[in-house]
């Protein structure tokens, strides 16, 4: 198992969305290319967005509402949250911020220990075809760290078993130039009351915090915490309301050349705004979050 101390892997985020054909759309809109819809076996189904630098988007669909309820009702962390998310804050968003892990057994435990976790680990596999036509069956372990003052965003660690190495190259080649995420950007009005909640969810003790919020670095990605002068500062956007908790807000897409992305999305109708050297877009069906494109240096 890797030292608590050493910072985890940003592995993916979940978006739930009302439709995966509207994601699809908007997602490829954007110049991302969008993998073949998948199903979890407890009633939510996927259309994943790779990138080459590991991580992804997992836009989140519900394929079949009363497998998922009655998930829910059997101590299912994953939908339940889903659930709670979509009731209060609606079919389109940004959930939850998930980090690679090579024990999440130990990672539950230690959760527990620290008093966040967000309850029972879940185990789950499917079936998955390989491009010889054999098929294995991979398996996944979640172990979930949760903030009862945070009801709108949850973290977990993920473990991945028997999953084949894939060529993903066709997945990671994206029309917009997009090669991976730099960073997570996520709301509180007071951003270091959720400081060791945030810490130990990327396994680092070291936070750089200034006067528009605070962050901390994950293995190639960082998580950073915006206060409302931090939010209009840095993305132009103003929040009169006075609502605490996480929130998620926007990601950071490293991208290869910012003139032809802006091209491509002029060309796609797609909004855009331009803020301190980033061209950001605006949440939309199928996008629950900013999206922020910076050129890589």
Known sequence: ?????????????????????????????????????????????????????GTY????????????????????????????????????????LVVGSKDAG???????????????MLTFSRPMKLPDGSEVTPSFKLSFAADLRAPDLFGFAVERINVPAADRSALTAHPNGVVGISEVILSEPNPTDFQYFIQELACNREVDANSFGMSVELEGATIT??????????????DPSRERG????????????????????????????????RLIVDPAPGQGACYCFEEIR
């Open 246 to 277: 996480l929130l998620g807000r926007a990601l950071v897409y490293r991208v290869s050349d910012l003139q032809a992305l802006s091209a491509l999305l002029l060309k796609n109708e797609v909004p855009v705004r331009q803020v301190a050297g």
């Open 1 to 53: 198992m890797p030292s608590p101390r050493t910072p985890r892997p940003l592995d993916h985020l979940v978006l739930p969305v009302e439709d995966l054909d509207t994601a699809r759309a908007r997602h490829s809109a954007l110049g991302f290319t969008v993998a073949a819809d998948a199903r979890h076996p407890f009633g939510t189904e996927n259309a994943c967005v790779f990138f080459a630098d």
């Open 57 to 96: 988007l997992e836009p989140l669909g519900i394929a079949q509402r009363e497998d998922c309820e009655e998930a829910a009702r059997s101590g299912n962390v994953f939908v339940a949250r889903d659930q709670a998310y979509r009731f209060r804050r609606s079919d389109n968003g940004f959930s939850a």
């Open 225 to 238: 915490v915006f206060n409302k002068a931090g939010l209009e500062t840095h993305l132009g956007i103003v």
């Open 106 to 120: 130990a990672d539950h435990d230690r959760f527990v220990e620290l008093g966040m976790s967000g309850g029972d």
